[in-house]
């Protein structure tokens, strides 16, 4: 993947404003773009728009193919006759961080409100329109709207018997868990008028997301989205191809994903989702593989792929482990996967390899052997706990060591703010910080000085927009300045995650501008000088 020297935002869908409780793909949505085009900001990036599922995660969602019924734009389902006025009123919140708990029960009456009204009066044109979608994404469409449908009945159920953690392979009926022929069409025929709304919701989502990305892309603004390297264990992806993945016979994964410890956590991460069979991957020419990416590249204009090393080798931890210590690597395919996707869709595959953790020669060479650029994180180069040698002027995250062939971030949502992270550093960091940005010399700096927290915060941004990588993301957080109360996500903690919102008039037309004017004193241009 080649990019011309160029900037982006980092800013996911739901951290839009709006007054309906979370970011939506509407004007708001369009409002952003615009700005961004203005000042020549030539990408977007957002995380995952998959539906979210436990603890909100967008790395955790029922499906890698649907989209997030929740971002679904509801002014539009106004103007299209769907919803009334009201509706959409009952909806209004003040502005503020996404409130999951009340949010999902109130939007999703109201969507049901408006799938149903597509059903019974939609224009022929517009049954035309979703039977063409429906033909189009049979593939996961028809296991996606049942796999909800079901799940919807039976966590209603769990709940009633005050039954936590229930999931398809430990709550369901076996013969439904397995899909056994008598109990999908018993279950096709009951949860029927459910999958409908489901599809219709899905076809909803697709097409403002579509008529979103071909309204930035005709202001010279892609939009790079996200794909997590591994799939949630309830999710329709599982239930509906067990034979990918390395479970028991009842659909429990044998070993579960996470990393070993690392800069985020001295327990590691034990994320918990199934680990693949690779060997069933490689039995079927990684069909799979190749249609999920073949279906985000239809969503965006380039994907990062979360957890690249992943593909080289992947942390495997026994299933009912408390932490992800004790576990070991195995390797993967990656080479001959990255192989198949490139025969299907193209050599100049629009991947962005997520190649942070512990990378090794053998990942750097898969990455580099398919031309894809890596991750460059600035916290990383400015704090001592990245280097066995403290503060390294040959720290591979300093600006001066980068290939051209990279992105570069401030931080990525798994980071703390800038400046929060700033407020928490030692004043040997701060004091090396400062030199190499040259606002002081390491001498002038004591414990009893007190750091010029958005002064380096915006010196942190110059030095991404000066440096070669030849694509510079900043998250949105960084660039009005905001603490730690604004981080998206800290790593291994569940609650109070994914919550974050800008408010209306954060991002104004002067402050646009303004980054827009240093990342052209840079030379970075809008995406359509790309070779």
Not at 62 to 90: H, Y
Not at 234 to 256: K, M, Q, Y
Not at 277 to 306: C, K, N, P, T
Not at 427 to 449: H, I, K, M
Request: hydrophobic residues 40%; contains cysteine; glycine residues 10%.
């Amino acid at each position: 993947m080649h990019v011309a020297r160029s900037t982006g935002i980092l800013l996911h869908v739901s951290s839009l404003p709006g007054p309906f409780g979370i970011g939506e793909i509407g004007d708001e949505a369009r409002a952003f773009v615009d700005l961004l085009a203005r000042a020549g900001i030539g990408s977007w990036q957002v995380l995952p728009l998959g539906p979210t599922g436990y603890g909100d995660s967008p790395y955790a969602a029922f499906s890698s193919f649907a989209g997030n019924e929740l971002l679904i734009s509801t002014d539009a389902l106004v103007r299209e006759n769907l919803l009334a006025p009201a509706d959409a009123d009952s909806l209004r919140r003040r502005e503020g961080p996404v409130e999951y708990g009340a949010l999902i029960p109130a939007k999703t009456a109201i969507l049901a409100k408006a799938a149903e009204a597509f059903i019974e009066r939609a224009t022929p044109g517009r049954r035309a329109a979703f039977d063409r979608f429906v033909i189009g994404q049979n593939a996961w469409l028809e296991d996606y709207a049942l796999f909800m449908a079901a799940k919807a009945c039976f966590d209603a159920r769990a709940e009633t018997e005050g039954v936590s953690g229930a999931t398809w392979c430990n709550y369901w009926p076996p013969e439904l868990a397995l899909r056994e022929s008598a109990a999908m069409a018993e279950a096709r025929d009951r949860y029927r008028r459910d999958s409908r709304r489901r599809k219709v919701l899905q076809f909803l989502f697709h097409e403002q997301w579509h008529a979103l990305r071909d309204y930035a892309n005709a202001r010279s603004v892609r939009i790079i989205g996200d794909i997590p390297i591994f799939v949630a264990g309830d999710s329709a992806d599982v239930w509906a191809n067990r034979g990918l993945f390395a479970l028991d016979a009842r659909g429990t994964p044998i070993e579960v994903a996470g990393v070993p410890p690392d800069y985020f956590s001295e327990d590691g991460q034990l994320w918990g989702n199934p680990l693949y069979d690779w060997d069933a991957h490689v039995r079927q020419g990684f069909s799979w593989w190749v249609e999920r990416i073949r279906a985000a590249l239809a969503l965006y204009d380039a994907v990062r792929i979360d957890h690249f090393r992943g593909f080289e080798a992947y942390w495997a931890v026994p299933n009912g482990e408390k932490t992800a210590r004790e576990g070991v690597w195995r390797k993967a395919p990656g080479r001959a996967l990255f192989e198949a996707v490139r025969a299907a869709l193209g050599d100049d595959l629009p991947v962005i390899a997520e190649d942070l953790g512990l990378i090794t020669p053998e990942v750097r060479a898969l990455r580099d052997d398919f031309g894809l650029p890596g991750m460059k994180i600035l916290q990383f180069g400015f704090d001592s706990s990245e280097s066995d040698s403290g503060l390294d002027p040959w720290n591979g995250f300093l600006p001066h060591n980068y290939p051209r062939n990279c992105v570069v971030y401030t931080g990525t949502h798994d980071n703390d703010t800038t400046a929060g992270w700033l407020g928490r550093a030692t004043v040997e960091e701060l004091a090396f910080l400062a030199e190499y940005v040259g606002l002081g010399e390491r001498e002038g700096w004591s414990e009893s000085a007190e750091p010029d927290i958005p002064r380096l915060t915006r010196a942190l941004v110059r030095e991404a927009l000066k440096s070669p990588a030849n694509l510079a993301v900043i998250p949105m957080q960084d660039i009005l300045g905001l603490g730690s109360s604004s981080r998206m996500n800290t790593p291994s903690t569940i609650g109070g995650n994914w919550t974050w919102r800008m408010r209306s008039g954060d991002f104004t037309e002067e402050l646009a501008m303004k980054f827009g004017a240093m990342s052209a004193l840079y030379g970075r241009g809008p995406a359509d000088d790309a070779d």
